[in-house]
C-alpha cells in the first residue's frame, strides 16, 4: 500500500491561480524561469484564466491523505504561428519543493503525451540555464537536446546568465503510412 501523495496530471481549472500565489512571492522559486517575481493577483489570475488560444496549460496536482488535492506544478505549451506553427515553445514552474522530482518528471511525461498524442505538433522547445544540471537532465532524459548556448540570455539574480536552448523532435511512428505503396509480395 503506497502512502506518498498521487499524481494527478491535469487541464486547467478557473481557481487554479489561487494555488499558485505564493509562486510569483517566492524569488527562488523563479529563479530558473523567466517569470518575474511579484506580479499582482489580477495579472496571475488573467494569466491562468485568459490564456491565448494558442497556448494549452497542464496542472501537476498531488493528492494528500487527508483527500485534499494541491496543485503543485503548471506547464505551459505556446504553439509558435507562421511557418514554424509545427512547433511550441515549453515552459515548466514547480514549486521549490517538488522540482526535481517524480512529480516534475510526471508533469513532463504529461506535456510529452498530450503533444505526442493529440496535437500535430512535431517540435517542442525549452530553454535551461546552463548551471541547472538537474533540469537538463530530466529534459534529455525525454528525448530533448542541446541546440544552442544561448550567451547573457536573461537576467537571473541580477547577472546576465546563459541558458542552452533545447527542442526535442515528435519520434517517429513504426505505423504504416496510409498510402504506403505495396511491397514485391503485395504487402503494404
Request: hydrophobic share 45%; charged share 25%.
Amino acid at each position: 500500500m503506497s502512502t506518498g501523495p498521487t499524481t494527478i496530471i491535469r487541464g486547467i481549472q478557473s481557481d487554479d491561480w489561487e494555488a499558485f500565489l505564493p509562486l510569483w512571492r517566492n524569488e527562488a522559486a523563479l529563479l530558473n524561469t523567466l517569470e518575474s517575481p511579484h506580479l499582482s493577483e489580477e495579472a496571475i489570475r488573467e494569466r491562468f484564466n485568459n490564456a491565448p488560444a494558442t497556448t494549452h496549460t497542464l496542472i501537476a496536482e498531488v493528492g494528500l491523505a487527508s483527500g485534499r488535492r494541491q496543485p503543485v506544478g503548471v506547464a505551459w505549451i505556446e504553439r509558435l504561428h507562421t511557418r514554424r506553427r509545427h512547433g511550441a515553445k515549453l515552459r515548466l514552474l514547480m514549486l521549490p519543493t517538488y522540482r526535481d522530482s517524480m512529480l516534475e518528471n510526471a508533469l513532463l511525461e504529461g506535456v510529452l503525451h498530450h503533444v505526442d498524442q493529440w496535437t500535430t505538433l512535431s517540435r517542442l522547445e525549452a530553454f535551461v540555464f546552463v548551471d541547472d544540471a538537474a533540469e537538463l537532465a530530466l529534459f534529455e532524459r525525454h528525448g530533448f537536446a542541446i541546440e544552442a548556448h544561448m550567451r547573457q540570455f536573461a537576467l537571473r539574480g541580477g547577472v546576465m546568465a546563459d541558458a542552452y536552448l533545447l527542442a526535442r523532435l515528435r519520434p517517429a511512428t513504426d505505423a504504416p503510412a496510409a498510402d504506403a505503396a505495396p511491397d514485391e509480395e503485395g504487402h503494404s
